[in-house]
């Protein structure tokens, strides 16, 4: 390659808002959809992870409970980070919803825009930091640009999109 020389990698067709606009139609509230979903998984999960920390922590008279607590901090992270990472780049209510998470970093065409484990984690790491520090009023920024996109996803380097596999064949 001649210096001074740089190659722009090609935009994915998920990343391109204008070009292909049905990737994002009706994106934000199937968001919401989705995230009120999982609360509800969540929730079932940290309920389980709940009763199994009182019976091991009483079985151990108490001294398990705060590894177990750590855990029950835990069960959301793992939840989303896992099922964002995992092959279908969605949670159960994202899945419900028909959308999914895609990577935008560059070199995520050739594996068909999956968000790596550490995308994963730091989007859902910034999920709820940002949530936290600013009582939800950080998800005003999807509102803001075309993409939908928060500021998690910015950090992450992912968008979320609907999910083109339920599209059909193409012409519908």
Known sequence: MPQGVTIIEPVPEWGDPWGNPRYYMGITQRRIYAYMLDLVVVGLLWSMVFVASVILGALTFGLLWPVLMVLLGLVPI???????????????????????????????????????????????????????????????????????????DFLAGTVVVNDSALWGSPGN
Do not use: E, W
């Open 78 to 152: 793992l939840y989303h980070t896992l099922t964002i990472a995992g092959p279908r780049s969605a949670t159960l209510g994202m899945r419900v919803a028909g959308i999914k998470v895609m990577s935008v970093a560059p070199g995520t065409v050739q594996d068909g825009g999956r968000p790596t484990l550490l995308q994963a984690m730091i989007q859902t790491v910034g999920f709820y930091g940002s949530i936290a520090l600013t009582c939800t009023l950080i998800l005003l920024v999807a509102l803001f640009n075309p993409r939908r996109r928060t500021l998690h």
